[in-house]
């Protein structure tokens, strides 16, 4: 049974700058999709990144595009998702989670929904 762990959240003021990690275990043929995504209190989820692990192509939300970096270290199996510049409204649960298509199209505009695995997630706090 395939699992994700995620890591890296924390506390920090704005402009600064946090790095999330999300290990992928126990997929046997790895996972070629993979997302971030967060929710603040009261407020819909939200896609941020995703990364199409086979080639590397990334995707990102208007909000963060020029903030964020999506990464991958396949030997690792690790997604990571650099965050720079970051804002109040930044403030979330982030979640990683992975889709087992290999689809590219579907990996980077397919609905949230279809991501059929999810880490636990982690918090981040931007104070202004």
């Known amino acids: 049974q395939g699992q994700l762990v995620a890591s890296g959240g924390g506390s920090v003021q704005a402009g600064g700058s946090l790095r999330l990690a999300c290990t992928a275990s126990?997929?046997?043929?790895?996972?070629?999709?993979m997302g971030w995504f967060r929710q603040a209190p009261g407020k819909e989820r939200e896609g941020v990144a995703r990364?199409?692990?086979?080639?590397?192509?990334?995707y990102y939300a208007d909000s963060v595009k020029g903030r964020f970096t999506v990464s991958q270290n396949n030997v690792a199996n690790t997604v990571y998702l650099q965050m720079n510049d970051l804002k109040a409204e930044d403030s979330a649960m982030y979640y990683c989670?992975?889709?087992?298509?290999?689809?590219?199209?579907?990996?980077?505009?397919?609905?949230?929904?279809?991501?059929?695995?999810w880490g636990q997630g982690t918090q981040v706090t931007v104070s202004s």
């Open positions: 990364i199409y692990t086979r080639s590397g192509t990334t």
């Open positions: 126990g997929y046997t043929y790895g996972v070629p999709c």
């Open positions: 989670a992975a889709r087992d298509s290999p689809e590219l199209s579907l990996c980077l505009y397919g609905r949230a929904a279809d991501f059929g695995y």
